[in-house]
């Protein structure tokens, strides 16, 4: 780096004995750098997979629930059929640029993704609908409808850009969306289940953040002729870059599970 700094005659690094950080000039130099750096990057990336077996990190980003269905069905799979290749997995409940954040991959339910991205479907479609626990229903009776809901205590969804998510219906084609109310509000399913579990109120979930709870008896499912239909979860990409070999060794393992 100095020898770079003497030939341009600029100082591009300010040095302490404690630190090091880029002067205006070095934030400049990098700015102008990284297309050709990222370029550079993609041409490394593309003949890596020559080597014989993929390796190096995959970012990617999910929403909890779509995490936990990797980290269970996709994950181990990986580990044992790719080892050199790490999985760098961030867990984010808002919907991101990925390209700009720095992941190679995101995952999402299909109707979230951006159109200018690449989707692989990769878990099975996920329903939503209400549960809620024995003892609730015992003590304050079953809706038989989505309307009756504002008469019932039910556990609150925030969603990530800060509003409450109106649970939605549908019936025969129908779509209904209810504004609800009750003693606590959440941003995360998990926490939703085991709320209901304790009788806090209906709860409006996934159906695999309920599945286990109502296998075992401690939920039971509300309203089933008005659920809506189901829908896809699918791990993207973009498709204007190559893609890395570690993420094609992932996208390789996620189509094999399908």
């Known amino acids: 780096m100095r020898g770079l700094e003497e030939r341009l ?26 297309p050709a750096l990222a370029t550079l990057d993609q041409a490394l990336d593309s003949v890596a997979g020559f080597r014989g077996r993929p390796s190096g990190t995959v970012r990617i980003n999910a929403p909890r629930l779509a995490a936990a269905l990797l980290v269970r069905d996709i994950l181990p799979v990986m580990a044992e059929r790719f080892p050199d290749v790490v999985v760098d997995l961030v867990v984010e409940g808002k919907l991101i640029d990925i390209v700009s954040a720095g992941f190679d991959a995101g995952v999402r339910l299909v109707e979230s993704i951006p159109r200018d991205m690449i989707a692989v ?9 209400c549960v809620a626990s024995p003892d609730y229903l015992e003590r304050f009776g079953e809706p038989m409808t989505p309307d009756e809901l504002t008469k019932h205590r039910c556990i609150g969804h925030r969603v990530p850009n800060g509003k409450l998510y109106p649970w939605e219906f549908d019936r025969a084609g129908r779509p209904l969306m209810v504004d609800t109310s009750g003693p606590v509000i959440l941003d995360d399913e998990e926490l939703m289940v085991e709320a209901a579990i304790k009788g806090l109120g209906i709860a409006y979930v996934a159906s695999p953040a309920a599945d286990a709870a109502l296998a075992a008896g401690h939920l039971r499912r509300l309203l089933p002729a008005w659920t809506p239909a189901p829908e896809k979860i699918a791990i993207y990409y973009p498709g204007h870059r190559a ?16």
């Open 243 to 258: 893609v890395p070999p570690a993420l094609r060794a992932l996208l390789d393992v996620i189509k094999a599970a399908r």
């Open 121 to 129: 479907v990769f878990a099975d479609a996920v329903s939503f609908f």
């Open 9 to 34: 005659g600029v100082r591009l690094l300010n040095r302490t004995t404690r630190s090091v950080s880029p002067t205006e000039a070095g934030f400049e130099l990098l700015a102008r750098l990284q």
